[in-house]
Nanobody
């Protein structure tokens, strides 16, 4: 099972940028469907961005045009570049990996990182 460790969170002002990193160990992320989620207190965790093995990406409407998900050249790191940050982006951000078998992503196998806090102040 893959293990995930996020970093890069912090406090920024409105309009600022942060880049989150997720380093995987124990397995190659090429075998997984990778994504970023976020959660604020008393709310369900929500999907932010995902990336497929062919490099195609998808984003929540709330972050389209501002966030970019990518993989590092070494293929063991996932990134989330966040630009034009807004107060409503404040949350704990989690990296997630779903085992991919035969082109199908199995959410039941999902592994999570420990999360990294992002705080955007006005």
């Amino acid at each position: 099972q893959v293990q995930l460790v996020e970093s890069g969170g912090g406090s920024v002002q409105v309009g600022g940028s942060l880049r989150l990193s997720c380093v995987a160990s124990g397995d190659t992320i090429g075998r997984y469907c990778m994504g970023w989620f976020r959660q604020i207190p008393d709310r369900e965790r929500e999907g932010v961005a995902g990336i497929e093995s062919d490099g195609s990406t998808n984003y929540a409407d709330s972050v389209k045009g501002r966030f970019t998900i990518s993989q590092g050249n070494a293929k063991d790191t996932l990134y989330l570049q966040m630009n034009s940050l807004k107060p409503e982006d404040t949350a704990v951000y989690y990296c997630a990996a779903d085992r991919r078998v035969g082109g199908i992503c199995y959410e039941s196998s999902r592994a999570w990182g420990q999360g990294t806090q992002v705080t955007v102040s006005s």
